[in-house]
């Protein structure tokens, strides 16, 4: 942490050699003395702007932030920041403030003091932060940040250029100050889900919103009408059939509990694109949406995530509790730090986490010089991919201090292939450090299979929303087939296709407009097959765009279905 020459530090210092060497070449000796006198300038100045760079040394200048926990007027006459969203929770898409203190504990001031926040790449922030640091006072800033998707994201720190009265030099700091943020996914909370039909007759233990028609005991009379074949001989209606002389039978309705279960697709074709212009981020938006409008409609919902295999389920349930549990599940969607779901080697972790450390804590597990080629200690070295050693002993050491003081339950399970291996993943997890997730669809269909037998074992369920855009599915999709044949036996299926180029940004040029219309004809071509063998099946496909509403999707499968109703067995 010492002075060196900005910018504009550089072309003074650039002149200066300039005038002392054309001067020295041409005898011109006044050049030389004015060059002379320019260097002088700039030792002078660095001499007095050193004690700066001591006084930062010594901690004199103090960095905290937070994030206001009350909602705060913006211009449109609405709120933003932590309570303007759902129970005072940060919302996609809308900014929210953070505020940063500043203290200054020196005998001068820190002028030209300039503070750019290290976030985590969903985070956007409007801009740097500047100020002017009074010696023994301290100051208060403000800025925005933009969350473009839902999850738990980070502020792991900021950077200060500190920089002197003339602007010759600057100091470049590092404060690290990791601050979590739990940001949910945008959705109407007025969104209501329209009263499905039902065709299995398993009740629940407590009455809902839904009117059902159901054979048996117990219930408001429909309506009385002629017997079919299949009825129960216990609902003839005795008197009726008398007075008609024939068969008549009572038909009930009971207010039932209904149960909806979500299948959301977090493979690797759901993740391309900008944050908050992804397939995936759309895809929780709208498992969110369905999830809130059930709860609100008192109905029972449970979530089944997947790639290769089955990420994580959430068993279906009602009530508040269980919807905040829902929503913890999708945001974790951004931060799936399995070994046979993300990219990087040992070696590859091990450097991630030993650069953060270093940079973040000050911890460094870098091995100064190899070890002799005997020595039993290459059994705990791992080797970078940069050539760096880094003693594992000491890094899981590190490691496990951190994770064991976090208040983060060990909840969720961490596939690795060993126990070190996965404290340094959930590590990773825990402090938001980015780990690059697999690319290529893999095995997608037998993630997606499971998926809906899962989803389609318990009797009760009654309505399957798989969102997913059926890509990668290869020759595999038989599988798929027969396990949605399977499941609509028992239940309705809906099946939701984010479409990729109704994603991605519209180019502004004309030829970049036509490559994309090309691409886009090319990928309308490849969702043909699994689209049209899924349809067959009699389950409606929607194909949708970033624009598209979970209210209109829900609009769209009520016109699908039409006004039928169904009868229990």
């Known amino acids: 942490m010492h002075p060196h020459l900005s910018r504009a530090g550089r072309y003074v210092a650039w ?7 054309t001067g020295a070449l041409r005898g011109l000796w006044p050049l030389v003395a004015l060059g002379a006198i320019v260097c002088a300038a700039l030792g002078v100045s660095y001499l007095w702007f050193y004690p700066t760079a001591v006084l930062l040394r010594q901690r004199r200048l103090e960095m905290a932030w937070w994030v206001p926990t009350g909602a705060e007027p913006d211009a449109d006459g609405g709120t933003r920041g932590e309570g303007a969203g759902l129970g005072g929770a940060l919302l996609a898409g809308r900014p929210f403030p953070l505020r940063v203190l500043l203290r200054n504990r020196a005998p ?3 002028g030209d003091a300039t503070l750019t926040p290290i976030t985590s790449p969903a985070l956007a922030v409007a801009g740097p932060l500047q100020a002017r640091v009074p010696r023994l006072a301290e100051i208060e800033l403000s800025t925005e940040i933009t969350p473009h998707a839902a999850g738990t994201w980070h502020l792991h720190g900021a950077q200060l250029a500190l920089g002197d009265r003339f602007g010759l030099f600057v100091i470049h700091a590092y404060f690290p100050n990791p601050l979590g943020c739990k940001v949910f996914p945008r959705f109407s909370a007025t969104a209501t889900l329209p009263a499905l039909s039902r065709r299995t007759a398993a009740l629940h233990e407590r009455a809902g919103q839904h009117r059902m028609r159901l054979r048996g005991l117990g219930g408001e009379l429909r309506e009385i009408r002629d017997h079919v074949q299949g009825d129960p001989f216990k609902q003839i209606a005795w008197k009726a059939t008398a007075r008609t002389r024939r068969h008549m039978v009572r038909e009930l309705e009971r207010d039932v509990v209904m149960t909806h279960q979500l299948l959301l697709d977090a493979s690797p074709t759901m993740r391309g694109g900008e944050y908050g212009r992804a397939k995936l981020d759309y895809g929780v938006e709208v498992c969110a949406a369905l999830a809130r409008a059930a ?55 091990c450097a991630i986490v030993a650069r953060y450390l270093r940079h973040q804590e000050g911890i460094d597990i870098r091995l100064g010089s190899p070890p002799a080629l005997d020595d039993p200690r290459w059994a705990e070295v791992v080797t970078g991919p940069s050539g760096d050693l880094y003693d594992l002993d000491a890094l899981d050491r590190v490691v496990s201090v951190f994770t064991s ?17 996965a404290r340094l993943r959930r590590f990773c997890r825990l402090r938001g450090i980015e780990i690059p997730y697999r690319r290529g669809p893999g095995r997608k269909a037998l993630g997606l299979t499971d998926a809906l037998l899962l989803a389609a074992r318990p009797r009760g369920s009654q309505v399957l929303v798989l969102v ?17 044949r ?15 180029p109704a994603f991605a940004e519209v180019p502004d040029d004309g030829h970049a407009r036509r490559v994309a219309a090309i691409l886009s004809q ?9 689209r049209r063998a899924i349809e067959s099946l009699g389950v409606p496909v929607l194909v949708v765009g970033r624009d598209d509403l979970p209210q209109v999707i829900l609009r769209r499968w009520e016109h699908l279905r039409g006004a039928r109703t169904g009868l229990a067995a």
């Open 15 to 21: 002149t200066a050699f300039g005038l002392v060497a």
């Open 108 to 110: 001068r001031a820190f």
């Open 468 to 484: 997913s855009d059926l890509e990668g599915l290869g020759d595999s999709l038989d599988g798929v087939l027969r396990a949605a």
């Open 295 to 349: 709860g609100e409609s008192g109905d029972r919902v449970g979530l089944v995530t997947f790639d290769s295999r089955i990420i994580g389920q959430v068993k279906a349930k009602g009530g508040r509790p269980h919807e905040r549990r829902l929503l913890e599940h999708l945001m974790a969607l951004r931060h799936v730090v399995d070994e046979d779901l993300t990219d990087p080697t040992d070696g590859e972790l």
């Open 405 to 421: 003081a976090a208040r983060e339950p060990l909840s969720a399970h961490v596939n690795a292939a060993s126990p070190v291996m």
């Open 522 to 530: 090319a990928e309308r071509r490849a969702l043909e097959p699994p």
């Open 486 to 500: 399977l499941a609509i036996t028992r239940h309705r299926l809906l099946v939701v296709v984010p479409f990729a």
